[in-house]
């Protein structure tokens, strides 16, 4: 490899690693009492469930994650491998509002009856158009079974699961309330913010903007001594 070749990839190495130490989202989680109360078709049921929500990059936002700790609800009568299938929403606030759809796969192995359902965890897709805190708070619960629905509604007002620190593209008119908020949901539509190469240079802060420079200065001065050298 060439003396130019191995400088570049130096500075360049400098700098990603710089940039990289000051992109990582900032992220509080806790897990949360819920208290459930759903209407079922045979009657009033509830239960409290401990919630968590996790988030995790994902192209141009981020993957939720809501998993419960206990059941909720139950049935009178088994439901076989595949009968149940949940979905949710997630309460945005703070910063945003409106709601995330998450919802999950189907039941695994056969639920006895008038045992507690076991809700597998529900994924979906957030993707932030502002800027700031926003907390996610466990929404309703709806669970589909044997051509029946359930409706479980929190009655104990929770607390956040979550809250982010996230930068939104800041695009597109505010939705009408009960339209979805100023979230994007499920489909992974929309774009996280492109910065330009200034409002790059200003996001690598004190200490990346130290590491680019030294970084440049080595090259220069190692490049100006091989010129020496060789001539």
Partial sequence: MS???????ALAAAVAGSVVLVAAPAAHADVVNVDYQC?????PKGAVSPIDIKS???????RLTMSFEKGVSSSPVELGKGAMSPS???ELGGAEQGTVNVSGPPNT?????????????????YTPRKTGKVTFTA???TIKALGTTTTCT???????????????????????PGAGGGARTNSGAGELPRTGPLDSALALGTFGGTVFLT???GVLWLTRRGRQAAG
């Fill in 3 to 9: 003396y130019q070749k191995r400088t570049a990839l």
């Fill in 39 to 43: 209407q079922t078709p045979i009657g």
């Fill in 56 to 62: 995790t990059p994902s192209g141009s936002g981020y």
């Fill in 88 to 90: 949710a929403v997630i």
């Fill in 109 to 125: 192995e056969a639920i006895p009856p008038n045992t507690p359902i076991k809700i597998s965890d529900l994924t979906g897709t």
């Fill in 139 to 141: 929404g309703v619960l």
């Fill in 154 to 176: 929190p009655k104990n007002k929770p607390g956040p699961s979550l809250a982010l620190d996230v930068k939104g593209s800041g695009s597109g008119p505010d939705p009408a």
């Fill in 215 to 217: 970084g440049a200065a």
